[in-house]
């Protein structure tokens, strides 16, 4: 289990107060909902003049599509976020005799300045497109705030054991500093997750919604338990996000007239690690992003140069066919490091990839689908239609979260005493 500040389950009374203030998150999103349905076209004329525009090559009619459109989606969520502060502190306010609760204030504010830092960057990163060395190190630095918190907060750090390790290790352990680090990777990976898996029409936004409501029914599951203001903080958070995402999806979704940026993928993963680290459900929140990790994982050696890695690794569109094919990598064998060879005999062996090796004129070099699980999956199912290619991807991603509460509820028991 994680860290927690477990408490009593509450009473009719709070249920009913949480209840209003959810309801009041549920319109203030309804209506960022609409705003950004509206403003979204309007802004076009302005990225495209601002040169943030592109054209998108997987289309037999090659037209400009406005970039970065997360920015807008993180704005609108930043100021429902912003009106919606002073609602969830209403009784305190209101009440003489109420004790305020200044160090829930702080957590909230401080995962703002997480997801509002990260927004920045994002954006920034899309418009001066930074390497992806700045990449790893920028969520780290914006997820400092989060940490600082949770230190002056909570500061546990002990973690228990799962059962079959007990006898050996005991039913918890005190980790110290390596529990932030953990929570500080969570946000670079979070964030970069979703980053490298893209390059189709509706996948970033797709993902991260699906990814959300599963957060959202698992916050609502839980909300009866022995955590229910971590739940109900992170229901705070994720109703407005689903709004925003929905809005951002409906004209990113194939053919897209508007593309996410760098800036979405960033805010996306903070508000998930936000509510992940401070809601107490990290390894619950790594079990819905179990297609990102398998993305990760197979993307690795072409993220760390064990073999070349191409700028781009997007799957090829045939304009003949209007359908997409694996994108392929060439490279000499000689560019291929020893652990970059075995690595590739390994993936081969499993068929993770298609390896075509002596090609060329003097044999000389090597060609293999580029790593990615878009690739891995148009490798078993051969070229088909970008709209079908991210359904398939969503129904992974819906699947796989399926999987998660399965993991989560029936065989946590295995595990833990829950």
């Known amino acids: 289990m994680d860290p927690s500040?477990?408490?009593?389950?509450?009473?009719?009374?709070?249920?009913?107060?949480?209840?209003?203030?959810?309801?009041?998150?549920?319109i203030f999103s309804a209506l960022g909902t609409l705003l950004l349905l509206i403003i979204i076209p309007g802004f076009k004329e302005a990225f495209v003049k601002a040169k943030l525009a592109g054209i998108d090559m997987s289309k037999k009619t090659k037209y400009e599509v406005p970039e970065a459109q997360g920015v807008?989606?993180?704005?609108?969520?930043?100021?429902?976020?912003?009106?919606?502060?002073?609602?969830?502190?209403?009784?305190?306010?209101?009440?003489?005799?109420?004790?305020?609760?200044?160090?829930?204030?702080?957590?909230?504010?401080?995962?703002?300045l997480s997801v509002c830092c990260m927004i920045f960057l994002g954006f920034a990163d899309d418009v001066l497109n930074l390497k992806w060395r700045h990449k790893l190190w920028i969520p780290t630095i914006?997820?400092?705030p989060l940490l600082m918190v949770?230190?002056?907060?909570?500061?546990?750090?002990?973690?228990i054991v799962p059962k079959p390790f007990r006898q050996w290790i005991g039913a918890d352990v005190d980790i110290g500093l390596l529990y932030y680090i953990y929570m500080s990777m969570l946000a670079v990976f979070c964030t970069n997750a979703i980053n490298i898996l893209a390059g189709i029409n509706g996948i970033?936004?797709?993902?991260?919604?699906?990814?959300?409501?599963?957060?959202?029914?698992?916050?609502?599951?839980?909300?009866?338990?022995?955590?229910?203001?971590?739940?109900?903080?992170?229901?705070?958070?994720?109703?407005?996000?689903?709004?925003?995402?929905?809005?951002?999806?409906?004209?990113?979704?194939y053919p897209s007239r508007a593309f996410v940026g760098d800036t979405f993928c960033y805010f996306s993963g903070m508000t998930f690690a936000v509510v992940g680290i401070l809601g107490h459900f990290s390894k619950t929140l790594l079990l819905f992003f179990v297609p990102q990790i398998f993305n990760f994982l197979l993307s690795v050696p072409q993220l760390f140069h064990f073999i070349p890695c191409p700028r781009h690794r997007l799957p090829q569109y045939d304009a003949k066919t209007d359908k997409m094919n694996?994108?392929?990598?060439?490279?000499k064998k000689t560019d291929v490091k020893f652990l970059g060879r075995i690595i590739l005999k390994v993936f081969s062996l499993f068929g993770l990839v298609r390896m075509k090796e002596n090609q060329g004129e003097d044999g000389m070099y090597v060609e293999v689908n580029n790593l990615t699980i878009i690739?891995?999956?148009?490798?078993?199912?051969?070229?088909?239609?970008?709209?079908?290619?991210?359904?398939?991807?969503?129904?992974?991603?819906?699947?796989?979260?399926?999987?998660?509460?399965?993991?989560?509820?029936?065989?946590?028991?295995?595990?833990?005493?829950?």
């Open 5 to 26: 500040n477990s408490t009593q389950p509450p009473g009719r009374s709070a249920l009913l107060d949480s209840t209003g203030v959810l309801l009041v998150n549920v």
């Open 375 to 418: 690739n891995f999956v148009l490798k078993w199912t051969g070229p088909m239609h970008e709209r079908t290619l991210t359904m398939i991807l969503l129904a992974m991603q819906i699947f796989c979260s399926i999987l998660a509460f399965t993991i989560r509820y029936p065989l946590a028991n295995c595990f833990y005493d829950v």
């Open 72 to 112: 807008i989606c993180g704005a609108v969520y930043l100021v429902i976020m912003f009106m919606f502060i002073p609602l969830p502190f209403y009784n305190e306010f209101s009440s003489t005799r109420i004790a305020f609760p200044h160090n829930e204030l702080i957590e909230y504010l401080a995962a703002l």
């Open 326 to 331: 694996m994108s392929i990598a060439t490279f």
């Open 204 to 253: 970033e936004a797709g993902q991260s919604l699906v990814i959300a409501l599963s957060i959202v029914t698992f916050n609502v599951i839980e909300l009866n338990g022995d955590c229910h203001d971590a739940h109900l903080f992170s229901l705070y958070f994720m109703i407005p996000y689903v709004a925003v995402t929905f809005a951002l999806l409906f004209y990113n979704w």
């Open 150 to 159: 949770y230190f002056v907060n909570f500061n546990s750090t002990v973690i």
């Open 142 to 144: 914006a997820s400092l």
